[in-house]
């Protein structure tokens, strides 16, 4: 399948506005003066759909969005360069708040609840799904109202197995907990994530690797966790398993946006074909290039270019 060709789905189920400023330093009970902010549309799967956009790659972002707040994402997103389904909501959409110190060259992220997901939105979605083209790719990715049911992710994977869809899923670790038993192609939780399913606190790195090989094995799942700034570690679910570290003359500006960005850029290699273990490199590419840039901003094919040399891997 080409570029050209790929069929791509991403599914938002707690889309944000994400405002960013800048203050000099935080002191409390003064009025912080701020510069002027940048507003984004926010999400797990619109910043996949985004990044693709970057890379040519046409996909169709479902979303949920209500209020005023839904009306000003509605709008950022008809800006944008890929097709959007909206899902009405009767609840405000949420905003999440950047704010980046000079005094200290520290980001601080404030993130607002998740929205609860009414039977009738869960029917829409899955009414919106319907029209999938055969093979391609879908991505779940972003938090997600803890109440959903897992039968409802179990009718998403239903429909999705039919067409012979892929399926990706980035999600939050209550939802992770629901996601893996029903065995999508890939995930990518980070640290935090992975022990809360493990329900385990902390693991050498022997301990590490050996879990990460028997779960994948065990759920037939191709799993990519993303360590911080120590790197990734990829699992294949056929005893196999890879290191990735952190490239030297990193400088993290921003990790808004870094965990998506290695999710389309998965995705854009494997639709190149490309082998599973060069993919995960090319992800870690494109989170890079995005952590090195200003708050709002993704990453940039030509940077990627350029990271992607000095991305390497060891197999464990």
Same mark, same amino acid.
């Given at each position: 399948?080409?570029?050209?060709?790929?069929?791509?789905?991403?599914?938002?189920?707690?889309? &944000?506005?994400?405002?960013?400023?800048?203050?000099?330093?935080? %002191?409390?009970?003064? *009025? %912080?003066?701020?510069?002027?902010?940048?507003?984004?549309?926010?999400?797990?799967?619109?910043?996949?759909?985004?990044?693709l956009s970057r890379f040519g790659i046409k996909?169709?972002?479902?979303?949920?969005?209500?209020?005023?707040?839904?009306?000003?994402?509605?709008?950022?997103? *008809?800006?944008?360069?890929?097709?959007?389904?909206?899902?009405?909501? !009767?609840?405000?959409?949420?905003?999440?708040?950047?704010?980046?110190?000079?005094?200290?060259?520290?980001?601080?992220?404030?993130?607002?609840?998740?929205?609860?997901?009414?039977?009738?939105?869960?029917?829409?979605?899955?009414?919106?799904?319907?029209?999938?083209?055969?093979?391609?790719?879908?991505?779940?990715?972003?938090?997600?109202?803890?109440?959903?049911?897992?039968?409802?992710?179990?009718?998403?994977?239903?429909?999705?197995?039919?067409?012979?869809?892929?399926?990706?899923?980035?999600?939050?670790?209550?939802?992770?907990?629901?996601?893996?038993?029903?065995?999508?192609?890939?995930?990518?939780?980070?640290?935090?994530?992975?022990?809360?399913?493990?329900?385990? *606190?902390?693991?050498?790195?022997?301990?590490?690797?050996?879990?990460?090989?028997?779960?994948?094995?065990?759920?037939?799942?191709?799993?990519?966790?993303?360590?911080?700034?120590?790197? !990734?570690?990829?699992?294949?679910?056929?005893?196999?398993?890879?290191?990735?570290?952190?490239?030297?003359?990193?400088?993290?500006?921003?990790?808004?946006?870094?965990?998506?960005?290695?999710?389309?850029?998965?995705?854009?290699?494997?639709?190149?074909?490309? *082998?599973?273990?060069?993919?995960?490199?090319?992800?870690?590419? &494109?989170?890079?290039?995005?952590?090195?840039?200003?708050?709002?901003?993704? &990453?940039?094919?030509?940077?990627?270019?350029?990271?992607?040399?000095?991305?390497?891997?060891?197999?464990?």
């Amino acid at each position: 399948m080409s570029l050209n060709e790929a069929s791509v789905y991403t599914l938002t189920l707690s889309p &944000c506005i994400d405002k960013s400023t800048r203050v000099d330093k935080f %002191l409390p009970e003064k *009025k %912080l003066r701020c510069d002027h902010p940048v507003f984004e549309p926010g999400g797990g799967g619109l910043n996949v759909s985004r990044v693709l956009s970057r890379f040519g790659i046409k996909s169709t972002a479902l979303y949920i969005s209500g209020g005023y707040t839904g009306k000003m994402l509605d709008e950022m997103i *008809k800006r944008d360069r890929y097709h959007s389904v909206r899902i009405p909501s !009767a609840l405000q959409t949420r905003e999440n708040f950047i704010v980046y110190e000079r005094a200290s060259h520290l980001q601080f992220r404030f993130g607002m609840p998740v929205n609860k997901i009414s039977r009738v939105e869960q029917k829409e979605i899955l009414q919106a799904l319907e029209p999938m083209k055969e093979g391609g790719w879908l991505v779940i990715s972003g938090s997600a109202d803890e109440a959903l049911p897992a039968g409802f992710f179990e009718k998403i994977f239903k429909a999705a197995r039919k067409k012979n869809i892929s399926i990706f899923c980035d999600t939050d670790r209550v939802t992770l907990k629901k996601i893996i038993p029903l065995r999508p192609d890939w995930i990518k939780p980070n640290r935090s994530e992975w022990l809360h399913f493990l329900n385990r *606190k902390a693991l050498s790195k022997k301990e590490w690797i050996a879990t990460g090989k028997k779960k994948a094995i065990e759920y037939g799942i191709k799993m990519v966790i993303s360590d911080g700034e120590q790197g !990734a570690w990829f699992f294949s679910g056929k005893g196999e398993g890879y290191f990735y570290p952190s490239p030297s003359g990193v400088k993290v500006r921003s990790t808004v946006g870094a965990g998506d960005s290695m999710v389309a850029g998965i995705i854009i290699s494997k639709i190149k074909n490309e *082998k599973d273990e060069d993919a995960v490199a090319f992800g870690m590419a &494109c989170a890079t290039s995005t952590v090195t840039n200003a708050e709002s901003e993704f &990453c940039k094919p030509s940077e990627v270019k350029l990271w992607l040399r000095k991305i390497s891997y060891t197999r464990l």
